[in-house]
T-cell receptor, first 113, second 117 residues
């Protein structure tokens, strides 16, 4: 079974600074997808960024980028120029076709002014 | 807005009662997933449908749980004889089906928060 590990239960960053959230996973599959989802308090889970395992290039979405290290089975999320609205629970998730998502336990991100 | 919708958003029930939740996926999505999320944890997979066929069920889905997706559109999740341990957020997600290499992105609804007293 695939497992996803987020070793940082909580992280804190100052506004405008950069923060990196860690995620590792375990799988024997070669084709899969990795995701970072954001869940603000009492609000809907939304997709932040997606990475296909067959792509070597790291995904980027505006201020959000990933460092995907396939051999190391590592998938970290970097948030640049942090904003107060980035405060949320961040979940790393793994999926291999056609199965469901496997989520980590999440990292709570606090953004301070 | 054509996102995933769930109803009700909140449900309080007494232990032993039956409850049913509904999920309406994004209209062109043929895959629908149910997850359960307890406080401070990531969502855990319960079951998934491709069109009307239920293709996968988690060990978490005890015989008190049943899910349906008639006609491959909306889905319902029923919990019979609720227990206090069933208290959680129940999340629904949908995605387009398709070949390996197509986007695997799932889009989530707002969830139904269940409290069993």
């Amino acid at each position: 079974a695939q497992t996803v590990t987020q070793s940082q239960p909580e992280m804190s960053v100052q506004e405008a600074e950069t923060v990196t959230l860690s995620c590792t996973y375990d799988t024997s599959e070669s084709d899969y997808y990795l995701f970072w989802y954001k869940q603000p308090p009492s609000r809907q889970m939304i997709l932040v960024i997606r990475q296909e395992a067959y792509k070597q290039q790291n995904a980027t979405e505006n201020r959000f980028s990933v460092n995907f290290q396939k051999a190391a089975k590592s998938f970290s999320l970097k948030i640049s120029d942090s904003q107060l609205g980035d405060a949320a629970m961040y979940f790393c998730a793994y999926r291999s076709e056609p199965h469901a998502l496997n989520f980590g336990k999440g990292t709570s991100l606090l953004v301070t002014p | 807005d054509t996102g995933v919708s769930q109803d009700p958003r909140h449900k309080i029930t007494k232990r032993g009662q039956n409850v049913t939740f509904r999920c309406d996926p994004i209209s062109e999505h043929n895959r629908l997933y149910w997850y359960r999320q307890t406080l401070g944890q990531g969502p855990e997979f319960l079951t998934y449908f491709q069109n009307e066929a239920q293709l996968e069920k988690s060990r978490l889905l005890s015989d008190r749980f049943s899910a349906e997706r008639p006609k491959g559109s909306f889905s319902t999740l029923e919990i019979q004889r609720t227990e206090q341990g069933d208290s959680a957020m129940y999340l629904c997600a949908s995605s387009p089906g398709g070949r390996v290499g197509a986007t695997g992105t799932q889009y989530f609804g707002p969830g139904t928060r269940l409290l069993v007293l």
